[in-house]
């Protein structure tokens, strides 16, 4: 099993999400933010950045985790962030529509692309669909797992503007179920821990 670790802010969404305990046992260390400057993070595997963390220290410490990655490591960064830290970024926000469901004929605007990747041996894209706050316009080499209709970027891992592996997603599970809302954020979770845990996260 790969070591986790995950940058954790305090806040209540993020203590009931990471402490749950069917999370829980996947992770090896919950690293305060304010500490994790001087955390050693070598015998990790995989890093959690998650959403809602003070803007001002994440920035400080985006070389630090550059660096994990770049040590051939995965780094999985949820959204939204000031994603200028992320590698290649080119950010489109958008209005986020918290109600589309209740439209007549709903349709999340999501879509699945890539479906023979082993991300989805876990996934299903009801799991991946809640709303989102914005896309990515990601550099050609990425795989987009999660598109919207018009070819924007929800979820996407990229293998080569590193030398380590990123999943980046607009998606916030993290927040929703630990503000105990947004159903498919606990089977986002449920399937996520499992996949980074023992899954194949990339095709090569």
């Known amino acids: 099993m790969r070591k986790i670790a995950v940058i954790y802010s305090g806040n209540a969404p993020h203590y009931r999400t990471f402490h749950e305990p069917k999370y829980a046992q996947f992770i090896d260390q919950l690293i305060y933010h304010p500490d994790f400057a001087d955390a050693d993070l070598t015998p990790y595997d995989v890093l959690i950045v998650p959403s809602q963390l003070n803007k001002t220290m994440l920035l400080q410490n985006a070389e630090k985790i550059r660096n994990f990655a770049d040590a051939g490591k995965t780094v999985v960064a949820f959204g939204p962030q000031p994603w200028e830290w992320l590698p290649n970024q080119k950010w489109e926000e958008r209005p986020t529509n918290f109600w589309w469901w209740l439209d007549q004929g709903a349709d999340s605007g999501l879509r699945v692309q890539n479906e023979d990747h082993p991300f989805y041996n876990y996934f299903t894209l009801a799991d991946c669909t809640w709303h989102q706050h914005g896309v990515f316009w990601p550099p050609e080499h990425v795989t987009t797992l999660v598109s919207t209709v018009d070819g924007g970027s929800v979820l996407y891992i990229d293998e080569k503007s590193t030398k380590g592996t990123w999943v980046i997603t607009t998606l916030d ?26 899954g194949e996260i990339t095709r090569s």
């Open 173 to 198: 599970p993290d927040y929703h179920y630990g503000s105990y809302f947004m159903p498919a954020t606990e089977r986002f979770l449920d399937n996520l821990f499992q996949w980074l845990s023992v």
